[in-house]
């Protein structure tokens, strides 16, 4: 990292409100200090605020790279989540608040609702002949019903695969072949940008190639015609909803398979992530309440993931759902209905924290201050960022823009495979510094190594390992424990590898670099893309920006950056925009970093979940055929961005 670049970072440091952290940056709370003197104990003490069958007496039993927790344990994670707080008199508390595309569109689910509506489902599961240890794909839209599914295959111990609503059939048949799944669960369709997008129609092409599946279950949210196989085909509301409210759940052991998720973006095999009951549930559970600081009797809860990917399974479903939390969820795009369609939101519904995306967060910072200045978003008292490492200049104007100056900011840092956070500062408790992840949470352990696994020090960087087991660590890929131990162990002696990079501060504070595969080598000199990225949207002029490595003859690797400017911008020379471009990176960085292209584009590849597709940027600027591009809101922009990139070039100085 660069002298100036680190200023700038240290700089920002202002921007943390002082009231909401503790006064001494480098105090050690208690929460930090007990889960410091035993971990392992520390955890064993977090179960507790789970409703157990049988308590369990054994923690951890750790066989490198496998962990079990609290395996002697018993328990629900759909009691866990619904029924415990209907018994303890919280029926009529909303577990959500469901906001759909189409503006009238809205319901209103209690906990009591949310009982009956998991109890209904498990029945018609059971009656569709799924057994503890079956597989239940689900690919659904962001409706009430996907909750629903998820919590009724928990209700009787089947795994559920979540397929994200925005994957083709063959991508959906790949993964409900490997998880052996029986029956899918699945809707006619759902919105997306003020259309009806069916989801029927693909899950039949995916059952071409997948003999085993013996039944389908149809939600009807949009009303299209869909076809129907008799005798597999099931409606849900045929099913689903003529059967019996109340429902006696079974009792699993903790390491009972929850769910399998398989991660996206390879051209391999997909690895199916599998994560068990016990020990999942407690850390998400625990780390939802300490991060997000929650106040379940009067915080409305939003988080804008897609349950189609892990942080919607973690915070939208298990984790808040556990804790008992109210929240906010929906369907479809942020300017569904206008640009200012998510401050409504927050307005109407008086969200208290909103968890979102750094990717979501630039968007908003394009569109400008407008839109939110038009509401009233003195609800909010904590705003998160999730997916992916949030620059300073977003997380600053988050803070100010959205937050008003007055609430905490998290920039948290985990994986599929991690299950849970893992590295995140806790407002009231740590200090905090727009754009790091800081620390790790209290009761993981994580380091940043240099290539023989040795701990960096302070001003150095590194590769982000995880040194101890943790409770919601997966708990291997389905079906293929030798990839599991080669992919994740192989690497580092006794670490896990989380594929990141990482750099420690003059603080020891940790900052993320993004994957260490997006780490390029330019004539030698390795540079970050993220540190790329995080100075050009430095720059007054840019709103969002991707960069990634071509290759080149000269220097082997050169950086190809893809900028979205702020619409104020959009009509300045391109010429004299990439010159002050790549003269601001020479300055921020060095002058090695300067981009060999720049290309402006109105808008990036992105996935529905906000992640920008790196790597089709990197089809483009190598001049490949492109990877799938099914999981894009809006495929065509890779075709545009690659004309664009063609009608303008970018003389390499």
Not at 101 to 113: C, G, L, N, W
Not at 335 to 361: H, M
């Amino acid at each position: 990292m660069s002298s100036d670049l680190e200023a700038l970072l240290h700089e920002t440091r202002r921007f943390a409100p002082p009231a909401a952290f503790a006064a001494a940056a480098n105090a050690q709370p208690s929460i930090y200090d007990e889960a410091a003197a035993d971990p392992v104990a520390w955890w064993r003490q977090q179960a507790r605020r789970l409703t157990w069958d049988v308590e369990p007496t054994e923690t951890l039993s750790w066989n490198r790279p496998f962990a079990t927790w609290f395996a002697d344990g018993r328990l629900n994670a759909s009691v866990n989540c619904v029924d415990r707080h209907v018994a303890n008199g919280l029926g009529d508390r909303v577990a959500f608040h469901w906001v759909g595309e189409p503006e009238d569109d809205t319901r209103t689910i209690t906990y009591r609702d949310l009982l009956a509506m998991v109890s209904q489902a498990a029945h018609a599961l059971t009656d569709m002949g799924v057994r503890r240890g079956d597989r239940v794909a689900i690919y659904m839209p962001m409706i009430p019903e996907a909750v629903v599914a998820m919590l009724a295959c928990a209700r009787i111990g089947a795994a559920h695969s979540v397929v994200f609503g925005g994957f083709a059939a063959d991508a959906l048949s790949d993964r409900i072949r490997d998880a052996d799944c029986r029956v899918v669960i699945t809707a006619d369709g759902g919105y997306r940008r003020g259309a009806a997008a069916a989801l029927k129609p693909t899950v039949d092409e995916a059952l071409a190639d997948c003999p085993g599946v013996t039944g389908v279950l149809v939600v009807r949210r949009t009303g299209q015609d869909v076809a129907f196989v008799e005798g597999r085909d099931h409606w849900w509301h045929d099913l689903v909803e003529r059967q019996s409210t109340e429902h006696q759940p079974e009792s699993f052991p903790a390491e009972q398979p929850l769910y399998i998720m398989y991660t996206s973006g390879t051209t391999a095999r997909p690895k199916g992530i599998m994560h068990s009951t016990g020990g999942y549930l407690t850390q998400v559970a625990t780390t939802h309440w300490y991060a997000h600081d929650l106040k379940p009797e009067t915080d409305v809860c939003w988080t804008s993931a897609d349950i189609g990917w892990v942080t919607g399974h973690s915070y939208i479903v298990y984790g808040p759902l556990a804790n008992g939390a109210t929240q906010v969820m929906y369907e479809g795009t942020p300017d569904a209905g206008g640009r200012d369609r998510w401050w409504r939101i927050v307005e109407e519904y008086k969200v208290t924290i909103l968890y979102t995306a750094p990717t979501a967060i630039r968007t908003f910072m394009k569109w400008g201050k407008e839109f939110p200045a038009a509401h009233d978003l003195s609800s909010l008292r904590l705003l998160g960022s999730v997916g992916e490492p949030i620059n300073p200049e977003a997380w600053i104007w988050f803070y100010e823009t959205i937050g008003g100056s007055r609430c905490p900011v998290i920039d948290t840092w985990w994986q599929t495979e991690t299950g849970g956070m893992m590295m995140t500062p806790l407002p009231g408790i740590a200090a905090a510094k727009p754009g790091a992840a800081m620390r790790a949470f209290p009761g993981i352990s994580v380091d940043v190594v240099d290539h023989d696994g040795h701990s960096v020090g302070n001003g150095q960087g590194g590769f982000l390992v995880i040194t101890q087991p943790w409770p919601a660590m997966t708990r291997g890929i389905w079906g293929d424990p030798e990839r599991f131990a080669e992919t994740y162990w192989s690497r580092f002696e006794n670490a896990y590898f989380a594929g990141d990079g990482a750099k420690r501060d003059e603080d020891g504070d940790i900052w993320l670099l993004g994957r260490v595969d997006d780490v390029m080598n330019i004539s030698g000199h390795r540079i970050s893309t993220t540190e790329v990225e995080h100075a050009l949207v430095g720059h007054h002029s840019v709103a969002e920006a991707a960069v990634v490595g071509a290759s080149d003859e000269t220097t082997g690797q050169a950086i190809v950056a893809f900028v979205t400017l702020k619409q104020e911008f959009a009509e300045q020379s391109d010429d004299e925009l990439i010159t002050q471009l790549r003269e601001h990176i020479a300055r921020t960085i060095s002058p090695i970093a300067k981009p060999r292209q720049i290309v402006f584009t109105p808008d990036l590849p992105k996935t529905r979940s906000g992640k920008i597709m790196r790597r089709l940027l990197r089809d483009v600027a190598e001049h490949r055929a492109l990877g799938d591009v099914t999981t894009l809101t809006d495929p065509n922009v890779v075709n545009m961005i690659g004309d664009l990139m063609n009608a303008h070039q970018s003389d390499d100085e």
